[in-house]
Structure formats: structure tokens, C-alpha cells
């Protein structure tokens, strides 16, 4: 049984540990950089959806302040007129729930 140098080296177990470690060293930058990639879109696609979520809510104003001229025009067209101040009822005395008395 020789143990040279060059036999260990030649031998077909270290060649496939050899191959297998540069696989898995390949593999792991691939994910390492799927991974890298998936995180930045991540990010892209969350700041467009807060950019659209800021676009709907101008447009909600937008709408709502169109609504209320809407709303305005059509009352003064016909004539109604704005809310008389609100009267509130206050009672002074207070019944007496307890039995007995």
C-alpha cells in the first residue's frame, strides 16, 4: 500500500470530496445571492406599494372635497338652507328608583 503524495491525491474518494465541497461552495453563493436579490425586491416592491397607497389617499381627498361642492351646489340650487343651531332638553328633577321611599 503506497501513501504518496501523489496517490492520495489521485485517489477517486478525495477528487469526489473535492468536487462536492466546490458544489456546495457554488451552491451556497447561488442561494446567498437569490436570497440577496429577493430581499432588495422586497424593498422595491414595498416602497411601490406605499407610493400607491399614497396615491390613493390624495385621490380620496380629492374626491371627497369634489363631493362636498357637489353636495353644496346641489343645496343651493335648491334652496335649502344651512342647520339651524341644536336645542338640548336638560331635566332638573331625577326620579327616585330606590324602593321604599
Request: charge should be negative; glycine fraction near 4%; avoid cysteine.
Amino acid at each position: 500500500m503506497s501513501t504518496s503524495r501523489e496517490t492520495i491525491l489521485h485517489s477517486p474518494y478525495s477528487l469526489g470530496l473535492l468536487s462536492l465541497i466546490g458544489l456546495g461552495l457554488v451552491a451556497y453563493l447561488y442561494f446567498l445571492n437569490v436570497s440577496v436579490v429577493h430581499v432588495v425586491m422586497r424593498q422595491e416592491i414595498m416602497h411601490e406599494v406605499q407610493d400607491t397607497k399614497n396615491q390613493i389617499a390624495q385621490l380620496e381627498t380629492e374626491f371627497i372635497a369634489a363631493q362636498h361642492t357637489i353636495v353644496a351646489q346641489m343645496a343651493s340650487v335648491s334652496s335649502f338652507q344651512t342647520d339651524q343651531p341644536k336645542v338640548f332638553v336638560v331635566r332638573d328633577a331625577t326620579p327616585s328608583l330606590v324602593l321604599g321611599q
